[in-house]
């Protein structure tokens, strides 16, 4: 291998409490383990190595002594150093260096998988949480409905049912809507769903084929670009402002795409916690209305508010006959990991959704529906609801201040209303691949624009999301992403000196 690529590709953090010569040989070894250094490949030698990534050549030589013991390499005299490819039965690499193919930020469109792998490494702090800690939810109250359902009505655990939900859930969704959101809504028009993920799926699948476009906000969730990506489908990114989408550019990207339909989350949007202003959001339905595109409202975080007023959803705004889908999660708020949330669709579109609800998995599990109806009306529920929402409002401050005391000069980040999430621009030098590398070798996971724009959008940001609630161990966290983009930021400033 020449070993101007292998030095290239070597991500070495000089800051991290990894030493040298183990983030070289795990590199290395995962590498070979995953087939891209092959059986028979020469390795630089030691001291080209050494003076490549500007190290000790005794880092390179212990890395390759320890490769050789685990019978990953082997010397060959004067010939030099060969790949002699993985042993039958690999040993794990080490956790400081987990394997590029699970943690690179996503291509396939996986992101979630590899979102979980990263913060189930041992010892990560991951600032990848977008939900609530379950201890600080009291789940009490639900597991005895659960309990009562199965003794009494066993009919409803056990049963297929229809694909579109209870009509007790359905009813108690609707007024959970009024209650919190000032949204009135017809239960015929609702669909119960297996989190807000599959509201979206099928949602996307009953309007968009292979081929055609979705507009989006950049950056976005990236549930919503890997779909999109999996059904080969193309997206194109508006620019968030600080109100929301950039109207503008919107109406010019309507009108010149053909695009299927618009994707918004004008509440605490994921991945920047922007808040859509009710300016934008009539805007936003005037467009709709007038070029006949849908819009699809993801509202996952509304009762996550910690200041600011109410602001009516897009969907409370339309009428029956614009094509507004709604989307909401009870994944963020009341029951993360149940799986449950719904769809409001356009009265003329309930068939085609409910279609391919039918044919994603039938209907949601009864047993689940039917507690959650009864817990959603209950006291608890409400209790645990503003328990969440005091928690969380002096952990989105912890976040901010370490932020605000720690980034590089040049870097930016939003302050959300409300939500789980806030998103922070670095310097535009800081390579995203570099720096989501250079967080995980300080122990600490995030999801970084690459994973969260369409494709050839600006990605040099990263979503922080804070629904991890300890404060001490997130502020540190906070701190050692900072430290990580300090440090990639003087490394790319004196590697390439500006002339003046
Ligand atoms: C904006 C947004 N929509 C939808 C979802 C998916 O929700 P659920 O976990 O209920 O599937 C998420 C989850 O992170 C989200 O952030």
Redesign the pocket.
Known sequence: MEIQRLAGILQLDKAADVALYAQVRDFIATEIIEGRLSEGERLPPVRALAEAANVNVMTIARAYRELSDRGLIAGRGALGTFVQGPAEEPPAPAPAAPSPRDTLPNEDGDTFRRMLKVGDLPDIVPLTR??PDASLIDTGAFEQKIGQILKAKPEYAYSYIAPDGLPNLKAAFARFLERHRQLHCDVDDMIVT???????SITIQSLVSRGDTVIVENPT?F??LDLLRNMGANAIGIDMQQDGMAIEQLSEVVRSSNAKAIFT?PTY??PTGITTSLEKRRAILGIGRRHGIPIIE?D??SELRFEGDFIPSIKSLSEPEDLVYY?V????TLI?GM???FVLAPPARMEQVTAWKSVSDLHTAPLLQDAFAAYLDSAEAEANLSRIRKAYKPVLDTVIQGLAENLPAGSTFTRPHGGL?LWVKLPAAIDPVDFFYACLRRNVGILTGVHLTPEKADNTGFRLSYGLSDRDALGKAVRQVCRAAADLSKRSSSRFPVIV
């Open positions: 977008a939900y297996s989190g807000g993920q599959q509201g979206i969730y549930g919503l989350m949007q994921n993801d996952c975080f989307i999660s009870m994944g963020k993360p799986r449950l949330g999430n």
